[in-house]
Each structure stands twice: as C-alpha cells, then as structure tokens.
Nanobody
Framework: QVQLVESGGGLVQAGGSLRLSCAAS????????VAWFRQALGQERALVAA????????YYATPVKDRFTISKDNAKNTVSLQMNSLKPEDAAFYYC????????????????WGQGTQVSVSS
C-alpha cells in the first residue's frame, strides 16, 4: 500500500517562499501522476499543480501559475512544490496525491492521499 507523507508547511509572511515535499513509500510506486491539492477553511479542495511521473508534463492552476513550481525525483519517489511570492489567499491545507490513471487533471481519480500540511500566510 502506497503511503504519501507531506512536509514543509508552516507560517510565512506574504511575499515569502515555502517548499513542500511529498515522499512516497510502502510499495511499488506506479503512479501516472502526482499532484498537490489545497483546501482552505470553508472552501472546496482544489487542484494546485500536477506532474506526470514518467513524462514530466506539468499543470498549474491559474492562481499559482508563475509563482509555484512542481518537480519530481523519480529515484527518491518524491515530489516537491516550490511556492514563491506567497499571498494570504494561498493559505490552506496542502495535500499530496497520486493517481494511477491517465485522467491526471481529474481530482476524483486520485487514489492515494497524504495527511496534508498546513500553509499559513500572514499579511
């Protein structure tokens, strides 16, 4: 059973940076893609960024484009999310997730989820 563990959340001032990491363990990691989602209090979960595991195709949601960068290390089974120029509206619980299907932009197709990490941004 694949397990995903996030790390790197915390409190940062607006304009600052954070780097989130997601480590996969517990079995053969045959994901088609890995993504970061976020959910703020009272809001629905939203896809933030995703990357395909073999080809390295990337997707970014419009609100984070040009500020966030998703990357992967196939050898270490890790995915990172570099978040720059953080804004108060980026504050949320961030989740790492993996899908084995090709519908990598469909949040409902993500089977494996981490416990999440909190990102807080002060204005």
């Amino acid at each position: 059973q694949v397990q995903l563990v996030e790390s790197g959340g915390g409190l940062v001032q607006a304009g600052g940076s954070l780097r989130l990491s997601c480590a996969a363990s517990g079995g053969a990691f045959n994901a088609y893609a890995v993504a970061w989602f976020r959910q703020a209090l009272g809001q629905e979960r939203a896809l933030v960024a995703a990357i395909t595991w073999s080809g390295g195709r990337r997707y970014y949601a419009t609100p984070v484009k040009d500020r966030f960068t998703i990357s992967k290390d196939n050898a270490k089974n890790t995915v990172s999310l570099q978040m720059n120029s953080l804004k108060p509206e980026d504050a949320a619980f961030y989740y790492c997730a993996a899908t084995t299907t090709t519908a990598w932009l469909n949040g409902n197709d993500y089977k494996y989820w981490g416990q999440g990490t909190q990102v807080s941004v002060s204005s």
